[in-house]
């Protein structure tokens, strides 16, 4: 493909006076936000249930850690090295079969007996939920004129805090109801092996709406003609839903792969994406990870007051994520540049994730979890723009592969720095944690500043790969 296929425009079209609901690429966004969601609770669901498995199995905060680990590790590896694979497939099979493969992982968890085999059964659903993010940033830029993709984005980004927010009551809920179930003998399941079957059983709800309702804007049968005459003309290559590319050998096709990674890493944007998110995903993994034992350990909640106030966080995490979109799609449609809009918006949340620092040093636990709501908003908020770069500078075809390996980068930093955070709680205390917390979306911001001059098409020097 050559430049000139691959240089996309911002489009001026609009589809007519007719209202969001009407218009199918929100509910294909809505869709995504669903299963980003399912996905967040079925990570989640080890995170609230830790203070009662780490008790029950007699683990430290360093073997914890190094569960943590064995999730974050396996979700680089496919994040890495499943991009290709979403790109062939296409996203609709690749969605559907990660979707299945990662709940039959989640329910694996009710199976365990000690770190050895959570560790397993977190490996298994890392690589595994490593498909969704990639996969859907693939859709958007299926289903999204330019200047709508940051706010489709944060549709995405959103699920992560929803499925943070519903996570905390319905696993404690779950583990009370069947506890006393299991108690009375009225069910196989204690409650901690519950809160892994019942969320994992939703992805199959899932799978059989995605199967119904998700086509390519060519070929779905619900679009308006004005819709789908808005969607292609905005973009100048795609690849059908059967990929480009037919399949061939295996090694033909690992070769082919590294082909195209190291063509894509010839280009110095594509360096910025990586080392923005190796630096700053570890900041939110910790978050997700570690509030429930930090609310469990410092502030001595019981498990209740854990699923209230663990929550609160993620409120304001998906606040973040619709307000970073919201206003970086304004920006644009007032006439900024989609590099300043872009841009503006990862150096503001960048610089407001500091906000959640004071959380480790104040009595009040209701203002600490203010405080750490406040840096989780600032995270999603920078999340929103940053996560739809990819979308903004290769051609679609090439997405799901670059923001894989991007992708792959922050979650290998976020998984080295589990047994970490452990190890420095266990001899330490929380405090150096958040401290390195609230730094590394700074020098996040600043890799796509000095790596990325200008948010747009990469002009590329050959055909791409």
Same mark, same amino acid.
């Given at each position: 493909?050559?430049n000139s296929?691959?240089?996309m425009h911002d ?9 969001w609901?009407?218009?199918?690429r ?5 869709m995504?936000c669903a299963?980003?969601t399912?996905?967040y609770?079925d ?7 830790a203070?009662l498995?780490?008790r029950?199995f007699?683990l ?6 190094q569960i943590?680990?064995?999730?974050? %590790?396996?979700y =680089?590896? &496919?994040?890495?090295l499943?991009g290709?694979?979403?790109?062939r497939?296409?996203s609709k ?6 979707v299945?493969?990662w709940s039959v992982a ?5 199976f365990?007996? &000690?770190?050895?085999s959570?560790f397993?059964?977190?490996a298994?659903?890392g ?5 969704n993010?990639?996969a859907?940033?693939?859709?958007i830029?299926? *289903? ?6 940051? %706010?489709a ?5 959103a699920?992560?805090?929803?499925g943070a927010i519903?996570?905390p ?16 003998g ?6 901690w ?6 969320? &994992?059983?939703?992805?199959f709800? *899932?799978? *059989?709406?995605w199967? +119904?309702h998700?086509?390519?804007?060519? =070929?779905?049968p619900?679009i308006?003609?004005?819709? +789908? ?7 100048a290559a795609?690849?059908?839903d059967?990929?480009?590319?037919? /399949?061939?050998?295996?090694?033909d096709?690992?070769a082919?792969?590294?082909r195209?990674?190291r ?11 990586v080392?923005a998110?190796? /630096? ?8 997700i990870?570690?509030?429930p034992n ?6 001595q909640?019981?498990? *209740? ?6 929550a ?15 206003l ?5 449609r007032r006439?900024?540049?989609?590099d300043a809009?872009r841009?503006l918006m ?12 004071p ?6 636990a /209701?203002?600490?979890?203010?405080c750490?709501g ?6 999603q908020?920078?999340s =929103?723009?940053?996560?739809t ?7 679609p075809h090439?997405?799901?592969?670059v923001? &894989? ?8 930093a976020?998984?080295f720095s589990?047994?970490v955070?452990?190890?420095t ?12 917390v ?7 911001a ?17 055909p791409a790969?």
């Open positions: 493909m050559d296929a691959f240089m489009s001026t079209a609009t589809t007519g006076a007719s209202q609901w009407t218009q199918k929100w509910w294909v966004a809505i995504l299963i980003t399912i996905g609770v990570r989640n669901a080890m995170s609230v249930a203070p498995i780490r029950q007699g430290t905060n360093e073997e914890y850690g943590g680990f064995a999730f974050l %590790l396996a =680089a590896v &496919g994040q890495l499943l290709p694979v979403i790109d497939l296409g099979r690749s969605l559907r079969l990660a299945l493969w989640s329910m694996l968890h009710a365990g007996r &000690g770190a050895g959570f397993a059964a977190r298994f659903l690589i595994t939920e490593a498909v993010f990639p859907a940033y693939k859709v830029a299926e *289903w999204f004129p330019r200047h709508e993709r940051s %706010l984005s944060g549709f995405v980004t699920g992560t805090g929803l519903i996570a009551p319905l696993i404690a809920f779950l583990i009370g109801t069947f506890d006393a179930l299991h108690a009375a009225f069910s196989p399941l204690h409650g092996q519950a809160a892994f079957v019942v969320p &994992g059983a939703l992805g709800l *899932w799978i *059989w709406v199967q +119904r998700f086509h390519l804007p060519e =070929a779905d619900h308006s003609a004005p819709e +789908r005459a808005l969607l292609l003309a905005d973009r795609l690849s059908d059967q990929g480009q590319n037919q /399949t061939g050998p295996l090694l096709e690992v082919a792969y590294f195209r990674l063509y894509w890493f010839r280009y110095r944007e594509v360096w910025g994406l080392l998110r190796f /630096t700053a995903d570890g900041a939110f993994y910790f978050f990870f570690w509030i930090y609310l469990s350990d410092v502030r909640f019981g498990l *209740w007051e854990i699923a209230v106030a663990a609160i966080p993620f409120v304001f995490a998906d606040a973040g994520a619709l307000f970073g979109g919201w970086g799609q304004r920006l644009i006439g900024r540049s989609v809009s841009k990862i150096w503001a949340g960048a610089l407001l994730v500091p906000l959640a620092l959380a480790v040093y104040i009595d009040s /209701t203002i600490a979890v203010l750490m406040l840096g989780i908003f600032a995270i908020m920078k =929103a723009s940053l996560f770069v990819p979308a903004d500078i290769v051609p090439a997405v799901a592969t923001w &894989g390996a991007s992708g792959a980068a922050g979650s290998v976020a998984a589990q047994p955070i452990g190890w709680i266990d001899h330490f205390s929380y405090e150096p944690v958040f401290i390195a609230s730094l590394m979306h700074i020098v996040s600043a890799m796509i500043s000095i790596f990325i001059p200008r948010i747009e098409p990469i002009r590329l020097r050959q790969l």
